[in-house]
DNA sequence: ATATTTTTGGACGCGCTTGTCCAAATTGTC
DNA sequence: GACAATTTGGACAAGCGCGTCCAAAAATAT
């Protein structure tokens, strides 16, 4: 075993460019086919690419996935809190913020690629490799679920709520924007901008009839 | 290709009880470790048979995952339906009836070792499978739907409750009870029995606050 | 233009998996 | 006990996929 720098974590020395193609090219295959199913040269293919370069940029069929599976949960940590911090901590029509907010939600992180990607992912191959996906759970998913809990207890003590649980709130809020799409995706309906909305406008006037103010 | 008899429908002729453990390994090791991670060897020692015996019982590898599916697939319609059919329809306390099924519908159908297979592989196979999952979907979980949606509707007109969309309203109760289960499970924790019925209490709860008839 | 790095494509060995064949051992039936 | 069906284990060919090696070609830097 020669004194190869780690090839994996510092890239090897060539164009980044191709790199992230491969990783791309590699995100899409791994989630159609599961990494049993994956042989290098469909990622070659995929990624126009030499299946040899493919293992100059990463070693190993494992460490590739590793690699992947890095790449798309920090993509979908940083869409998480960067839709996160557009929560309306000062609603002018709270229902109506709610709901362009769970639009938002659904939009940049459930239904895009890379969180269907790793949905899937996570079902299954996350028992496989425990590891891999424990740091996400806890400094992703975790850390909003508390963040949005946070948020919705602020707008109690605002008035604008009436809750005496914000994680369960919070829970529940998320659980009933997802309600529509999950039934959407087992029929394998296609989800356009239409139904994200009235499926939000759906959730969020149930939330509010549970937890809004009453006059 | 000799004219054999259809080995998959039928029965070839030999001891079903060989036949059944070895789809119940089957179902085991595809679960753990997808199509493309499992080969024949696998099951075969899971189900303590020979592999040629595997062989002669399903003739191929896809046979074998078909006649898994559809077994997984029939049972769980029959859990489901069998604890549709205790639903509350005429309710002595609402709120407690309401959790009492919400918690036999996680036990029997979503918790247990069947939803847990039918889901992965749903998310991990479907794409690749449609026609296998397309008949189950249509007379499995839709029918449900609909007819858990008839189920709210009557308690609505029996002054029960106070809806006007009983199927979003069935959609939205299925979506409430999942809410705790589906971050217990992101978070990888286990599912005791006093946490079914704590979060079957917190939907419910949430439930009847949006839709319970207001005194 | 020259030197260096990266990419390419093809060939190769190796191990694993599938599915088949078959004779012997086991099981169940009459 | 005799007979039929079933199961077993082992051997086998064929194919596939991984990972490696290497020399030629292309791209990039100097």
């Given at each position: 075993m020669p004194p190869v720098t780690a090839p994996d974590i510092a890239g090897p020395r060539g164009h980044i460019e191709?790199?992230?193609?491969?990783i791309d090219a590699a995100a899409c295959v791994f989630c159609r086919e599961g990494f049993g199913g994956t042989n290098i040269d469909m990622i070659a293919a995929?990624?126009?690419v030499s299946r040899q370069t493919v293992y100059n940029h990463h070693g190993d069929k494992e460490k590739l996935f590793q690699?992947?599976?890095r790449e798309v949960t920090e993509r979908i940590n940083a869409d998480l809190f960067d839709t996160l911090a557009t929560f309306p901590d000062r609603p002018t029509n709270l229902e109506a913020d709610l709901a362009a907010f769970a639009v938002r939600l659904t939009r940049n992180c459930?239904?895009?690629r890379e969180g269907k990607f790793l949905r899937k992912l996570i079902q299954s191959e996350g028992e496989r490799y425990p590891e891999l996906f424990a740091d996400w759970r806890v400094n992703g998913p975790a850390k909003v679920w508390s963040a949005l809990a946070a948020r919705f207890a602020r707008l109690a003590l605002s008035g604008h709520l009436d809750l005496d649980d914000p994680d369960l709130a919070a829970r529940q809020?998320?659980?009933l924007v997802n309600?529509?799409?999950q039934t959407a995706m087992l029929l394998g309906d296609d989800m356009d901008d239409d139904f994200?909305?009235?499926s939000a406008r759906n959730a969020v006037r149930t939330f509010l009839?549970?937890?809004g103010k009453r006059p």
């Amino acid at each position: 075993m020669p004194p190869v720098t780690a090839p994996d974590i510092a890239g090897p020395r060539g164009h980044i460019e191709k790199r992230l193609s491969i990783i791309d090219a590699a995100a899409c295959v791994f989630c159609r086919e599961g990494f049993g199913g994956t042989n290098i040269d469909m990622i070659a293919a995929q990624a126009n690419v030499s299946r040899q370069t493919v293992y100059n940029h990463h070693g190993d069929k494992e460490k590739l996935f590793q690699a992947v599976v890095r790449e798309v949960t920090e993509r979908i940590n940083a869409d998480l809190f960067d839709t996160l911090a557009t929560f309306p901590d000062r609603p002018t029509n709270l229902e109506a913020d709610l709901a362009a907010f769970a639009v938002r939600l659904t939009r940049n992180c459930i239904c895009n690629r890379e969180g269907k990607f790793l949905r899937k992912l996570i079902q299954s191959e996350g028992e496989r490799y425990p590891e891999l996906f424990a740091d996400w759970r806890v400094n992703g998913p975790a850390k909003v679920w508390s963040a949005l809990a946070a948020r919705f207890a602020r707008l109690a003590l605002s008035g604008h709520l009436d809750l005496d649980d914000p994680d369960l709130a919070a829970r529940q809020f998320l659980a009933l924007v997802n309600a529509d799409l999950q039934t959407a995706m087992l029929l394998g309906d296609d989800m356009d901008d239409d139904f994200l909305e009235t499926s939000a406008r759906n959730a969020v006037r149930t939330f509010l009839r549970a937890y809004g103010k009453r006059p």
